[in-house]
């Protein structure tokens, strides 16, 4: 059976809609229905990404070998880790396709801090600064210094 839309392409899509005063059916082939919104195509993480690209292996990569530690570039591919340190720079030619694909970029830059980083430092002093108002019978400073607590999330103060 040929897709409805294109009319060129065996349908392997079969939608059918039930309203209640008609029934719609369609024929559909991956493209036509991706084009109508029908199909969702599922976002690889990048472990999977990791794990489709490692599967590919060649003969050449048996030749690729760490002279540290003598795993191959094939043997990495199907145990997922390098053996050594100096598997990283012996591969790296190979695997930073791997990399760019996983990171968007051809090498690791790390995290980038977020906002409120300092929040539980800043608690930290408070709870001391209330302690030391609650000692000196401050009482009037150490309800300010509670409230500024709340304000942070802290309810036990």
Known sequence: MLCDDCKNKPAAIFFKEVLPDKTIELH????????????????????????????????????????????????????????????????????????????QNDRHIGRKSTKGTKKGFEVYKLREELKKALEREAYEDAAKIRDKLRDYGVEDA
């Open 28 to 103: 559909l082939c991956e493209d036509c229905a991706s084009k109508r919104g029908l199909l969702v195509t599922k976002k690889l993480t990048p472990l999977e990404i990791l794990q489709k690209l490692l599967k590919q292996t060649s003969a050449q990569d048996e030749k690729v070998i760490c002279p540290r530690c003598y795993m191959s570039l094939a043997e990495f591919k199907r145990v997922g880790r390098f053996g050594c340190s100096e598997c990283v720079t012996t591969f790296d030619e190979n695997i930073r396709h791997l990399i760019k694909q996983i990171h």
